[in-house]
């Protein structure tokens, strides 16, 4: 059973920034592709940066609208995903969950809620970021 569990979370002001971090408990790590969702209230869970976990550097992916303002990285030796998150916007207030998708699953394709919730089999608890004018 692998378990994951989010920090960093909190309230900021437009352009600041913030760090998630991802604390994933159990093996395997290694060769899965994880994620960073978040759900504003109303809306849809979406996917906003994924990396396969590996032993080097992942490669990472990003939703149009973070590219260029936040950084998904990992530390395997720590089996610590983290979420750098920059010139924050209103429009990042949500609840931030990280996510593990089964073996073997893509990490270049972002996923409906429905679709993301049926592939990442394991689930945080969310971590909130609130971003005020």
């Known amino acids: 059973q692998v378990q994951l569990v989010e920090s960093g979370g909190g309230s900021v002001q437009v352009g600041g920034s913030l760090m998630l971090s991802c604390k994933v408990s159990?093996?395997?790590?290694?060769?899965?592709?994880m994620g960073w969702f978040r759900q504003a209230p109303g809306k849809e869970r979406e996917g906003v940066a994924h990396?396969?976990?590996?032993?080097?550097?992942?490669?990472?992916y990003y939703v149009d609208s973070v590219k260029g303002r936040f950084a998904i990285s990992q530390d395997n030796a720590k089996s610590t995903l983290y979420l750098q998150m920059n010139s924050l916007k209103l429009e990042d207030t949500a609840m931030y969950y990280c996510?593990?998708?089964?073996?073997?699953?893509?990490?270049?394709?972002?996923?409906?809620?429905?679709?993301?919730?049926?592939?990442?089999?394991?689930w945080g608890q969310g971590t909130q970021v609130t971003v005020t004018d």
């Open positions: 990396i396969y976990s590996s032993s080097g550097p992942g490669s990472a």
């Open positions: 159990a093996s395997p790590y290694s060769g899965r592709c």
């Open positions: 996510a593990a998708r089964r073996s073997g699953g893509y990490c270049n394709v972002f996923l409906t809620q429905t679709a993301a919730l049926r592939e990442f089999e394991y």
